[in-house]
């Protein structure tokens, strides 16, 4: 069914939007999970099937002036209680929303917090921190110190009883209601993250650097139930079925360990996060699922924070390693969510849904654990870097927030509207907009409209265009923003009862704008060697050994070397470079003009091939200039074709040869001197060589030392010449390959 009404629609906007046989429309389409997480997601939900849907309500209930909320609790009256850093403070925010500085620590973190049947409220602290009681009218005292540099959870079990979870030694101590504390497992490894009890009693904690879930019964005796693939078991859950979910993260690089959320050191230097690598023995319990084998080693990066003077959290994560591990009953296991993007940090559950939390734009996702399959969505985004925590209060979930310290309540009913605003759409060239069609549903008392802009900056900016709409057609809208080179929609949903739109699809039609050919080279070649027949209009057979060129910058050369052999004359060959930014088919005319002339001539046109090879000898003596014209005619209708052109650099057409006369000569007994001159009427001399006697040829200077210009100058001096006549033959070479022979009698004294 989704392929036929993606046909049907593509049909459509062919129709309206294609003007012409050769012109190609592009379609832009966003319909799948990961093509809406690119976009902004405001009061909006995205399934992992790729449907958007008005997100439940998340409103923001309390804002400190902190850089971030880490920990949370809720007692039974309904209060809700917020540990911060890096001010070591605890605020209570009442159910009417009013809320209250409870407690400030001497320790900058608070990363744990919990809630005794009484009322009062423990405090973890961190570094070198304590566990305070605090009573509800903010009286503190220090109910346990367990001697640790970091605590990282605390958890109540049935008869009242205290679990510390600290680090950096990994142990968990057990404290009665009196404040005695004894140590109630050490786990060998360096930190124990969390803690949770199963529906029998028994405590569940997660550790670092091997990424171990321990069960641990009343008395002590511990059994891994787990070792996942990444270092840190950052937190647990556990329904009501007894499923228990475990948020695993971090790996070499990542930035998912708590340790980022510790505050700076005073007067610390700013910025980044320095990895140390712990290497822990794997010698585990052989049942643990995924261990390492027993006498090897595993490294495990764990993320310590680099001393910064600005007590801020940096504003975006991100780019760690999550994995939601979900562990059964019956001890089997799976992963069911994972990224190596996205860094996994709060849980909770709710019946047979649980909710996650991560690092990119404070992501909630919510998991729906359904017999047979399970449903993943992507329930709101806080738009804060990191979502630390989460609580269920009754039906509504609370999260906290870092980069700016938040509480958000997450209502159990729907945002009456939210937005979904695209990813910037680059077309590469100045385009023109067709249609905007998109598939959803829409229930009565449901809108869902439309609104696009344009511009030619990267990010939109005060340069785009105003947002032009609204769109409501399914079947299709004209999209009326001016043309350019960047494009973006956006969908707002809206509902006035309890259902909600749904959108499964968007199409956005774009014709890029025709650009003209470009002409990088125009190659001129006016000598080499002739390995093959070829006359006017033709190219094979040819191999160019060197010539002329033109491009952006047309240089002149003449390139062949003298040679003792008479060369063979060649053919006057023009080769170009040219492409098209469209990827259009280009079709090419040569034309060609003296230098004295004003028009140009018509070589040669509809050229498909790079290449012209035509004869000189069809062309008079002089200084020639070739215009090669690009053309995507054939790709696009009359009054869309473009065209460009390049001149070549001048070049020599010479059909005579030099003349070479004797100037002078003179005789002295047997020596004798000879001048002679050489000249050519149109292009330069290149070389000259000498024969007496018809005897072997030999090169010759002229006699200002190079040969190089129309007319020059050749001097020669024989001695010890026998008595008799003597031929003296000088031979001269133009850059055309034209030949031209003087010689010069002499008579010594003498012979017979």
Partial sequence: MKFGRVIRILLLIFAIVLPARGVETTFWQVGSFDEFLQGTLTGVSLSKEGDLTLAPEARTVFSPEEALALSLARDSHGNIFVGTGHQGKVFRVTPDGKSSLLFTAKEPDIFTLAVEPTGDIF????????????????????????????????????????????????????????????????????????????????????????????????????????????????????????NIFAAAMGGAGSKGSPELLMAPSAGGPGGGVTTVTVTASADLDSTAKGQTPPGETRPASFNRPTPQTPALFPTQLGGGHGALIEIHPDSTAETAWSSN???????????????????????????????GSEKLTLLTETHESITTRLLRGGSDFYAATGNVAKLFRIESSPAREGTFESPVKDTKFISRWGVLAWRGDVPAGCTLKFFTRSGNSERPDNTWSDWAGPLTNPNGEQVTNPPARYLQWKAVLHTSGNESPTLDEVTVAYLNQNLPPQIHSLNVSTSGERTGAGGMGSSSGLSIVSGLSASSSSTLSFGVSPTTSTPTKTPITLTWQADDPNGDQLIYSLYLKGTDEREWHLLKDKIHQSSYTLD???LADGKYIARLVASDEESNPPSTARKSELLSAPFWVDNTPPDVEVAKQSFTGDSAIIQFTAEDSTSPLRSAETSLDGHEWHDILSDDGIVDSRKETFSLTFNSLAPGEHIVALRAYDTSGNVGVGKAVIEIPGGK
């Fill in 123 to 242: 405090v973890g602290t961190s570094p070198e921190g304590k566990v305070y009681r605090v009573t509800s009218d903010g009286k503190s005292s220090v109910f346990f110190d367990p001697k640790a540099k970091y605590i990282w959870a605390l958890q109540f079990d049935s008869e009242g009883r205290l679990y510390v979870a600290t680090g950096d030694k990994g142990q968990i101590y057990r404290v009665d209601a009196s404040g005695k504390g004894d140590l109630f497992f050490d786990s060998k490894q360096t930190h124990v993250m969390c803690l949770a009890l199963d529906p029998k009693g028994n405590l569940l904690a997660g550790s670092v650097p091997n990424g171990l879930i321990y069960r641990i019964s009343p008395d002590g005796k511990a059994f891994v139930i787990y070792q996942a693939s990444l270092p840190e078991i950052h937190d647990l859950a556990v329904d009501s079925q007894g």
């Fill in 341 to 371: 993007s996205e860094s996994i940090f709060g849980l909770a559950v709710r019946s047979d849904h649980v909710l996650f939390t991560t690092d990119v734009n404070g992501r909630i996702f919510d998991l729906y654990d359904e017999p």
């Fill in 616 to 618: 000189p000898t069809a």
